[in-house]
């Protein structure tokens, strides 16, 4: 399977607190997407970290990449409860498809 | 911000019936995409379209699926013969002017058939 796993499925913190979400994958891939979804709503991008890459920012997002394992990071800092949504990474693998495949996501809930 | 828009939101429709749902893609895309999430399920790759043309489909993306690009901004997927399986919420996506850009997401409709 190509597919992208993240863990936990599910995590809890209060707010203010620094929220890390992992992902891991199988194939050698082009670019990781990380998107975030709040319940029964479409998918936000957040960020695209590309293979030659290690480390992202945005905001008070960071994305890290580790090709050698086959792992990113999701790192969201100082959280806030409009944070509380479910989080997916999603890779499009080297060999030439654009497709994502998507993982099961991580839900997090912020706690005010 | 631009935005990939969706319609309907939510689409009910009967066993064997016909469905069409539609996209408004960002306007200077170029890469246009379908996906669905079942219920509590991933989201899933359907199909990817580029110069008018499908470049890649799923097992899930039958004879019963089809994608279309009638005029120069809408891009619709129709499902010929609706399934109780094919309940789930369906996801528009496009991406920019080159290829491995960020594909960015419509809301989605959800599709319920009875």
Known sequence: SQQGEEDPQALSIQEGENATMNCSYKTSINNLQWYRQNSGRGLVHLILIRSNEREKHSGRLRVTLDTSKKSSSLLITASRAADTASYFCATDFQGGSEKLVFGKGTKLTVNP | ?114
Request: charged content about 20%.
């Open chain 2, 1 to 114: 911000e631009p935005e990939v828009t969706q319609t309907p939101s939510h689409q009910v429709t009967q066993m064997g019936q016909e469905v069409i749902l539609r996209c408004v893609p960002i306007s200077n895309h170029l890469y246009f995409y379908w996906y669905r999430q079942i219920l509590g399920q991933k989201v899933e790759f359907l199909v990817s379209f580029y110069n008018n043309e499908i470049s890649e489909k799923s097992e899930i993306f039958d004879d019963q699926f089809s994608v279309e690009r009638p005029d120069g901004s809408n891009f619709t997927l129709k499902i010929r013969s609706t399934k109780l399986e094919d309940s789930a919420m369906y996801f528009c996506a496009s991406s920019g002017l080159t290829r491995r850009q960020p594909q960015h997401f419509g809301d989605g409709t959800r599709l319920s058939i009875l």
